[in-house]
Each structure stands twice: as structure tokens, then as C-alpha cells.
């Protein structure tokens, strides 16, 4: 899988849009950028994730660029409770492979 | 729906005991199963994965073992537990896409 940088925090306003980003600049055709997040003592819970086009769901929108090499994950109206450690990861599709490694993440701090 | 059970929640250990945390998964065949410890303040560390019953790839050279006797059990051993062992495992389900985990077991060794 494609190894993934992201800032090791950042700070967010309540009520403001959080926008995350990822660095993926050796992500290959069949890997899919997948984002989850890990509040203080439990299971990481999954957002959301895409291969090239754009997507958004109930919980956030992810950006990809055109050339695939960053993305970033969009939390329209961020709340206190969306405080946690973010992952974004770049793992092959389940026909290529199975694993699921999680880097350092981003500490996304929402302040009121 | 599928759902992932760990137990048990919290777990305290003395050094050279032995371990077994068991992790069941329900509503779904053949899945992917995951462990993974996180230390306290560090990032989730991939222990061992499973594809199927008996297949078991080993991440990390460590004191752990772990086992799937059936398809959707996953179980992490150990003969004889050190202080470095100390930390939250969680267990992780996934099938096509998203993986999905469980609520995780705090262990202390003392």
C-alpha cells in the first residue's frame, strides 16, 4: 500500500468547515484512498472513501486531485464531537490485497 | 447487519500469565479479520490479519500468537504476557471495502 503523509495536528473552529489533507503521491491505479477516524479510547470508525472521482456521504465529502497525488477530507460543519485522530490510508482494492495499515493520522482539535 | 464482539473490555494481567482475547464477527461469511494493538498515546499497529480459517500472517515479530479455528472467530494468545504487552487491541472485520472494528480490550500487565 502507498505510504500517506498527513499534518500531525490541526485546530478548527466550531460550526466551521474542517479540511483535512493527505499526501498519496505514490498511490497506484488500484488503490483506493479511504479515510477513517479514532475518538479517544475506541475502535476507528470509518468515513469514507474514493479512487478518483469525488465523494461525499453523510458524514464528509473527500476531494481527490485529478492527478490523484493528495486529497482531502471535508467536514462541512464541524463539532465538538468530531475531535479525534484522522487516518487517511491508501489500500488496493480487496482483489489485490488485505491488508489495512494506519499511519500517524492528524489530531483534529474542534474548538468552541 | 454484521456485527463485531470483543471481549473483554478491560483486562488486567500479571507479567507470565497467559492471554486469550476472542473476537466474533456476525452477519457475515468469509471476512477478513485483523488484530491490532495501540500502545498508549501511539498509533494503531497491525499485529496479525487473517484471509481465511487457519490462515494467519504475522505483521509483527512479537510475543503474541494468533488463531481462527472457525470463520468468523479470531483469537489473540499469549503463553506468557511481558509488561511490553501492556495496551488496547482492537479486532477488525472487513469484506469488500470498509473495515469495521471493534469496541477493543484494554489490557494491563503488572
Known amino acids: 500500500d502507498a505510504k500517506t503523509t498527513q499534518p500531525p495536528s490541526m485546530d478548527c473552529a466550531e460550526g466551521r468547515a474542517a479540511n483535512l489533507p493527505c499526501n498519496h503521491s505514490?498511490?497506484?491505479?488500484?488503490?483506493?484512498v479511504y479515510w477513517y477516524r479514532q475518538i479517544h479510547s475506541q475502535g476507528p470508525q470509518y468515513i469514507i472513501h474514493?479512487?478518483?472521482n469525488n465523494e461525499t456521504n453523510e458524514m464528509a465529502s473527500l476531494i481527490i486531485t485529478e492527478d490523484r497525488k493528495s486529497s482531502t477530507l471535508i467536514l462541512p460543519h464541524a463539532t465538538l464531537r468530531d475531535t479525534a485522530v484522522y487516518y487517511c490510508?491508501?489500500?488496493?482494492?480487496?482483489?489485490?490485497?488485505?491488508?489495512?495499515?494506519f499511519g500517524a493520522g492528524t489530531i483534529l482539535r474542534v474548538k468552541s | 447487519s454484521q456485527t463485531i464482539h470483543q471481549w473483554p473490555a478491560t483486562l488486567v494481567q500479571p507479567v507470565g500469565s497467559p492471554l486469550s482475547l476472542e473476537c466474533t464477527v456476525e452477519?457475515?461469511?468469509?471476512?477478513?479479520l485483523y488484530w491490532y494493538r495501540q500502545a498508549a498515546g501511539r498509533g494503531l499497529q497491525l499485529l496479525f490479519y487473517?484471509?481465511?480459517?487457519?490462515?494467519i500472517s504475522s505483521e509483527v515479530p512479537q510475543n503474541l500468537s494468533a488463531s481462527r479455528p472457525q470463520d468468523r472467530q479470531f483469537i489473540l494468545s499469549s503463553k506468557k504476557l511481558l509488561l511490553s504487552d501492556s495496551g488496547f487491541y482492537l479486532c477488525a472485520w472487513s469484506v469488500t471495502t470498509e473495515a469495521f472494528f471493534g469496541q477493543g480490550t484494554r489490557l494491563t500487565v503488572v
Open positions: 490510508i491508501a489500500r488496493a482494492s480487496y482483489l489485490y490485497g488485505n491488508k489495512l495499515v
Open positions: 505514490t498511490i497506484s491505479g488500484n488503490e483506493y
Open positions: 487473517s484471509v481465511g480459517i487457519g490462515q
Open positions: 474514493g479512487l478518483k
Open positions: 452477519g457475515t461469511s468469509n471476512p477478513n
